[in-house]
């Protein structure tokens, strides 16, 4: 079995943020700026954010120095890290690999900025943390491979996450290929994430994200102790691609390895919600801007989804289609395309309308199967087919490339709304737009506590409530 960790573990050591493609610099930056919006937003909206901010200050969590993006307080490193993995994550509004079916920001970059607090860290040494972190959460997952993963109910952004966080916390303090072994080793030990979530809805899904973005700072800390990890932690016969697949290709984790980058296979989310819909989505949209179409005139709508779609999205269809609060809306293709087809948008906000009449009578309309054609494209493809009747009509929009992936990705402009859509509520516009001049300008810094300072709000401009 090839050497994957010793592989993974040098690659890392030595990424040098000057030497990769200016292509894959931006790329990066934009991908930091789309993941700040999210915990921004995430820290303040999420249901699930009181209960974990209270469990984290009564864990002694919050009696440190570093930052957490749209708060005012301070929290240790490992505090940090968990609770911007966990809001990056909470509102399934995070970038998305498609191939390797996981969101591998909200555990990598969380844990880079908290290492890179902690070790003073210029900017262009985080961003190439932050691109070892991707490769390597990416990669795995393509060895996996993550559908044979997710099968047996693995949730890959966590048990992935895990080592991606560890990679980018390592390459932060500076760690020799043999000390970031290490880290791979204690990762070992703590890689964990269950889909149990999809039975009731439950906020696991987000926290064991942001415990992955801890877990492999934590590991990168321990290494750096010299605490010694476990050998071969991905390819041994304990390790993370034997115990976790049943039948993983470990050279897959190699291939092109340094010549091409998965970090630029990650897409962004134009909408909240979980990715195998948002195709579908597209096409709604799009049909009832080009038909004029009311949502009264909708007689019936079939979403055509790969079959990793229909697990999170489509089935079972009666509790897809009666979803009772956000994550069931996050999960309910029904759902996002019924805002689609009501609003022409779905946003953030969307979520506000779980209980409008109007979403509420076209959600019994909206059926979903699996799709051969659909069926087909994936895993390149996260593709969707909508079928709509109205008006005595059938009308038929397959969408391949989803707005957003990366060979659709959004530009500069786009992401900036995006940005805004989410951090101007919680820091007001002016200081909102200093944050995302900071962040898309972080390789020129010196390093990351101005960017992390813009990050708190200032009291005039939080939330209501807060």
Request: one cysteine or more; charged letters at 20%; a neutral charge.
């Amino acid at each position: 079995m090839a050497a994957v960790t010793a592989q993974l573990a040098s690659y890392c050591a030595s990424l040098d943020f000057a030497a990769l493609p200016p292509a894959v610099q931006e790329r990066t930056r934009f991908l930091v700026l789309d993941l700040a919006g999210n915990i921004l937003r995430g820290r303040h909206d999420a249901e699930s954010s009181p209960a974990l901010l209270a469990a984290a200050r009564t864990l002694g969590l919050a009696c440190g120095g570093s930052a957490v993006l749209g708060d005012c307080a301070r929290y240790t490193p490992a505090g940090a890290a968990l609770l911007n993995g966990a809001f990056a994550h909470s509102l399934d509004f995070d970038d998305t690999h498609a191939a390797g079916t996981l969101h591998p920001g909200a555990p990598v970059i969380p844990a880079a900025l908290a290492a890179a607090e902690m070790a003073g860290a210029d900017g262009r040494t985080t961003l190439s943390a932050i691109v070892a972190g991707y490769e390597v959460t990416c990669r795995l997952a393509l060895a996996l491979p993550g559908g044979d993963h997710y099968d047996r109910g693995y949730h890959p952004t966590a048990t992935c996450g895990a080592f991606g966080a560890a990679a980018a916390a390592a390459r932060v303090f500076g760690l020799s290929a043999a000390r970031i072994e290490d880290a791979f080793g204690i990762a070992l030990s703590q890689s964990a994430g269950s889909l149990q979530f999809l039975a009731n809805g439950a906020w696991t899904k987000r926290f064991q994200v942001g415990w992955s973005a801890m877990a492999g700072l934590s590991a990168a800390v321990l290494a750096r102790e010299n605490f010694r990890g476990a050998a071969e932690a991905f390819e041994g016969k304990a390790g993370f691609l034997r115990a976790y697949a049943p039948n993983p290709v470990p050279e897959r984790a190699l291939r092109d390895l340094g010549t091409a980058w998965e970090l630029m296979n990650t897409a962004v989310k134009p909408y909240p919600s979980c990715r195998y819909g948002h195709a579908c989505v597209d096409a709604a949209i799009a049909l009832r801007a080009e038909l004029g179409l009311e949502p009264g005139e909708v007689e019936r709508v079939t979403m055509g989804l790969p079959n990793k779609g229909m697990l999170l999205v489509g089935a079972p269809l009666a509790y897809k289609q009666n979803p009772q609060n956000v994550v069931d809306g996050q999960f309910s293709g029904p759902f996002v395309v019924a805002c689609g087809l009501a609003t022409g948008h779905m946003g953030w906000d969307s979520y506000a309308l779980l209980s409008d009449p109007t979403v509420r009578s076209l959600l019994p309309k909206i059926e979903c199967v699996e799709d051969p054609e659909v069926q087909a494209l994936f895993p390149a493809f996260m593709a969707g087919k909508l079928t709509l009747r109205a008006r005595g009509r059938e009308f038929v929009r397959t969408v391949k490339v989803a707005k957003g992936e990366p060979d659709n990705f959004l530009s500069e402009a786009e992401l900036r709304a995006k940005f805004h859509g989410l951090a101007d509520a919680v820091l007001g516009a002016g200081r909102a737009a200093l944050l995302a001049d900071a962040v898309l300008g972080l390789d020129r810094a010196p390093d990351v506590n101005g960017l992390m300072r813009l990050g708190a709000p200032m009291v005039a401009a939080r939330l209501a409530g807060e």
